[in-house]
Nanobody, 122 residues
């Protein structure tokens, strides 16, 4: 499966962005999906995850209440709505297919996209 993220950009603190992750090559309809982010000099960290039908969602404490993960299985796309953005949200954002294990761990995922950059100015 091939994943492509888009929707990043340069915004001001308090603004919103909606990231999209489009999948091709294989259906993701029955896979849980996750969003991670990585800032320069830091490890990749978990942001949000959603199970195959959208009934269960998990969020990092740092984004809870501000970010919302959703999915459109008919169009093989996963979204990350980011509201009330903060400068500390600045990072490259990646989506990936969950293959088993803890949603929080990067090694529980495969088929990473190339990432989309989000920069939040203060």
């Amino acid at each position: 499966v091939h994943l492509v993220e888009f929707g990043g950009g340069l915004v001001q603190a308090g603004d919103s962005l909606r990231l999209s992750c489009a999948a091709s090559g294989r259906t993701i309809s029955f896979s849980a999906m996750g969003w991670f982010r990585q800032a320069p000099g830091k490890e990749r960290e978990f942001v949000a995850a959603i199970n195959w039908d959208g009934a269960t969602r998990h969020y990092a404490d740092s984004v809870k209440g501000r970010f919302t993960i959703s999915r459109d299985n008919a169009n093989s796309t996963v979204f990350l709505q980011m509201n009330s953005l903060k400068p500390e949200d600045t990072a490259s954002y990646y989506c990936a297919v969950h293959i088993g294990g803890s949603y929080l761990r990067t090694d529980s995922y495969n088929y990473w996209g190339q990432g989309t950059q989000v920069t939040v100015s203060s």
